[in-house]
């Protein structure tokens, strides 16, 4: 039963820390995509990457966010300095994007609750 | 604003009865897919409906699709408790960004 993972499950911070959110996509799919979702902004796309390349971060703030796909089977995204208003849940989502680029579903991970304090 | 935006926020109904969700978009789509989460989980997906069709079954799900109006609803038939979460469609145009937007979602109670 091929499902996204992703960890930590949760994690608590103090503001001005580092926080690393790791997610592996399933085997095979060649998108990735890195949600986050709060009760005012409902769910926002942060970034993608297709074949590993980061095809559009425009969603993420560069300042302090970053995404990298250091292999197919692991996605990262890190917040440096963490800030409150980061405090969300982050999801990860990948997905087989066919030729012609239509896009089909997408499996989601079960998400990572940050709290940052 | 949202590109999808679902309708109603909020529905409450009994176990056995239909519910039915509406969504309407702004610009052209390409397809538009309906999501269902539950309570502290990440979303699943349910069904794709791509711009060229009008309606789609899978199981006691119905989504229709209607360009003109630029809107699309799901039906769920005889509802179950296990139904409850919240919905949301998810619209796909395939210039710009590329990538799926979604609305807010309806919370969809239903009663045992």
């Known amino acids: 039963d091929a499902r996204v993972t992703q960890t930590p499950r949760h994690k608590v911070t103090e503001m001005g820390q580092e926080v690393t959110m790791r997610c592996q996509p399933i085997?095979?799919?060649?998108?990735v995509f890195w949600y986050r979702q709060t009760m005012m902004q409902g769910l926002e796309l942060l970034a993608y990457?297709?074949?590993?390349?980061?095809?559009?971060d425009s969603g993420m703030p560069k300042d302090r966010f970053s995404a990298e796909m250091p292999d197919a089977t692991l996605a990262t995204l890190k917040i440096q300095p963490s800030e409150p208003r980061d405090s969300a849940v982050y999801f990860c989502?990948?997905?087989?994007?066919?030729?012609?680029?239509?896009?089909?579903?997408?499996?989601f991970g079960p998400g990572t609750r940050l709290t940052v304090l | 604003s949202q590109q999808g935006e679902e309708d109603p926020q909020a529905l409450s109904i009994q176990e056995g009865e239909n519910a039915t969700m509406n969504c309407s978009y702004k610009t052209s789509i390409n397809n538009l897919q309906w999501y269902r989460q539950n309570s502290g989980r990440g979303l699943v997906h349910l069904i794709l409906?791509?711009?060229?069709?009008r309606e789609k079954h899978s199981g006691r799900l119905r989504v229709t699709l209607d360009t003109s109006k630029k809107s699309s609803s799901l039906l769920i038939t005889a509802s179950r408790a296990a139904d409850t979460a919240s919905y949301f469609c998810?619209?796909?145009?395939?210039?710009?960004?590329?990538?799926?937007?979604f609305g807010s979602g309806t919370r969809l109670q239903v009663q045992p």
């Open positions: 998810a619209t796909f145009v395939d210039t710009g960004r590329r990538a799926l937007t």
């Open positions: 409906i791509r711009s060229n069709e």
């Open positions: 990457f297709r074949n590993r390349a980061p095809l559009d």
């Open positions: 085997l095979g799919h060649n998108t």
């Open positions: 989502a990948s997905g087989l994007v066919l030729a012609g680029g239509r896009n089909n579903e997408q499996f």
